[in-house]
């Protein structure tokens, strides 16, 4: 999944993968199949590359039911066995009944599922999706993806998808890619680009909230454990070596991290970084309550954190209030400082004028390297 | 009613329709689609026949179709037949003067085929030649087929251009505007009227179709 705020080349890219945009330089191959290759001079069009495509605005043909629309695709099967393999592919996006309706005649939901079985029907050996789920309602939404993490189980070929929406990468996703302006800044499980990004502007674009600056203090291999000093306090985190004694850091702690500690009856995990502060913003959300403190009174110090609801009511939370809470030394994870950027992209193997996407499921992989121009 | 001078307009119109059909959708479709350098340039050439007085345009169409010039030189040594005052020198001058008739409609046509749907046909497989017929021609039928009517309407009604090209010759070049014409000029104020009657009627049936095409064609897709 490839993620990234608009601009950042995400379309690009799997434009470029299908073959409707040509990038100036480097390679794309699937499953051994060269593509494209500036250096060997290839370019097959995008006819000839095996691929499904759903675009943002589906481009289904106006004109043909959407039945005719996955039918067109079927090409490659025998013509009388079109029409049972074109029905066959609707039903598995739930469509039987609506076969013969136009696309002006069907939801804007029910294009994007003929959409989706129009792609399905070359059996690509990658599917390519366009933020697949921008032109719907939320409730729709939510169904379609839903449905789609569903039937990536049933399909046996990678998926990319292209979003701006991180909960739809975190729900959907094997592995995501973080682009911003043409580059790739970190890559791997959500979980982990989530809790562990590479450097500060990973966890902007990835919307973590509780980023920070502070030094290191020292090393501790035989506990093992990093210490940190940050306004006046000294942070246990995770045993993060690679950082110099004495280096200014960022510092991260994902919202989860963060937990309150009992007003009325203090318990033992509490000696785990303990923290002060005063809530400047409380904010049912249901079940949840998102809490914002700021540290010390500091206003530029603002925490962030997710509280049971039943818990805020309980501890009596609310705006104004003087809290304790600790940061769980294992979900603090070092930055470099955000000047560093670039020595921290090294660091994690992300070469600086090439990037590299892998997408391995089923046997078949989308690899494509471009140099940046 | 010279009902020879109608039959012979019907069959310029219909001629220079045909002819422009695929000359239209080619130039139409690269002109939606393509950037090129001077592609302003081609267009103002192309559009020139609705601004200059088709007695210019016929000027010039004469002087390059004549006998003395390269054209004209080259058509005589190959069809044995003159090019100016025949039936076809006019088709040639009548496909020239509806260039923009034709590719115009054409044109929007073509340009009103979303990016999308066309990146589309490609990811779906389908050859150029597949997508040209299963997808554009389709779409791009309701500017196709305004082109070939304002094309047929205004060649039957066509008038300083002929003069120029073909003159006046019965069944040869005599179309009906010069008919009313010649009419006028005799004092048969009856026929005159009768005709251009005629002309204005069937003009007035055709421009309505095509508006009520390009109205059929914006609901359906909406």
């Not at chain 1, 013969?100 to 792609?119: D, F, I, N, V």
């Not at chain 2, 080259?74 to 009548?94: E, I, P």
Request: net charge positive; charged share 20%.
């Amino acid at each position: 999944m490839l993620v990234g705020p608009s601009g950042s080349g995400k379309t690009t890219l799997l434009r470029s993968i299908a073959g409707l945009y040509r990038p100036r330089a480097g390679a794309i191959t699937c499953d051994g199949a060269t593509w494209f290759d500036t250096r060997q001079k290839i370019d097959l069009a995008p006819q000839r590359r095996s691929i499904g495509f759903v675009f943002q605005s589906y481009g289904l043909f106006p004109h043909l039911s959407a039945l005719e629309n996955v039918k067109t695709t079927l090409g490659h099967v025998a013509s009388e066995r079109r029409d049972a393999r074109a029905r066959e592919l609707l039903a598995l996006v739930h469509l039987e009944g609506l076969e013969a309706r136009r696309p002006a005649e069907l939801s804007g939901g029910q294009q994007q599922r003929t959409a989706l079985a129009r792609a399905l029907a070359r059996d690509p050996a990658v599917l390519l999706l366009d933020e697949p789920f921008s032109a719907v309602d939320q409730v729709t939404r939510r169904k379609l993806q839903r449905e789609l993490a569903q039937l990536r189980r049933q399909l046996d070929m990678p998926i990319i998808l292209v979003t701006h929406d991180l909960n739809e990468a975190r729900m959907l996703a094997d592995r995501i890619c973080i682009l911003h302006q043409g580059d790739t800044l970190q890559m791997g499980p959500p979980e982990e680009v989530m809790a562990r990004p590479l450097t500060p502007m990973v966890a902007r674009l990835v919307d973590l909230p509780n980023v920070f600056e502070g030094k290191i203090v020292e090393h501790r291999p035989d506990a093992p454990l990093t210490l940190i000093s940050w306004l006046g306090y000294t942070l246990e985190t995770r045993y993060q070596p690679e950082f110099l004694r004495g280096a200014s850091v960022n510092w991260v702690i994902p919202a989860e991290n963060v937990l309150l500690h009992r007003r009325d009856r203090p318990s033992r995990g509490e000696r785990e970084n303990p923290v002060a502060g005063i809530i400047t913003e409380y904010v049912p959300l249901g079940e949840h309550t998102s809490v914002t403190l700021h540290v010390r009174g500091e206003r530029d110090h603002a925490m962030s954190m997710m509280v049971p609801s039943h818990v805020a009511r309980r501890n009596g939370l609310g705006h104004g209030e003087h809290v304790k809470v600790s940061l769980l030394a294992e979900g603090i994870h070092l930055m470099p400082s955000a000047g560093q950027d670039r020595s921290a992209l090294e660091r994690g193997g992300v070469d600086g004028n090439a990037y590299k996407i892998y997408y391995d499921k089923g046997g078949s992989s989308v690899a494509r390297s471009a140099r940046k121009t | 009613m010279d009902w020879s001078a109608f039959a012979l307009s019907l069959k310029l119109a219909a001629w220079t329709a045909a002819i422009l059909v695929p000359i239209g959708i080619v130039l139409g479709r690269v002109l939606a689609w393509r950037y090129f350098k001077g592609k302003s340039l081609i267009e103002a050439l192309l559009a020139l026949p609705l601004v200059l007085p088709p007695t210019v345009l016929g000027f010039y169409l004469l002087n390059a179709m004549g006998g003395n010039s390269a054209i004209g030189r080259l058509y005589q040594s190959l069809l044995g037949d003159s090019l100016v005052f025949t039936f076809s020198g006019l088709v040639v001058a009548s496909v020239v003067f509806n260039l923009p008739f034709a590719i115009q409609p054409m044109q929007r046509g073509f340009e009103a085929i979303p990016d999308d749907i066309r990146d589309a046909a490609a990811c779906c497989g389908l050859s150029r030649w597949r997508i040209f017929t299963r997808i554009e021609l389709p779409l791009a039928w309701p500017g196709i087929l305004s082109a070939v009517i304002l094309t047929f309407a205004h060649t039957l009604g066509e008038f300083g251009v002929v003069l120029m090209v073909g003159g006046s010759i019965p069944d040869e070049t005599k179309t009906i505007a010069i008919a009313i014409y010649d009419r006028v000029q005799a004092f048969d104020p009856a026929n005159a009227g009768l005709m251009s009657a005629v002309l204005l009627g069937f003009s007035f049936v055709s421009i309505a179709f095509v508006y009520l095409l390009s109205n059929r064609g914006r609901r359906r897709h909406a």
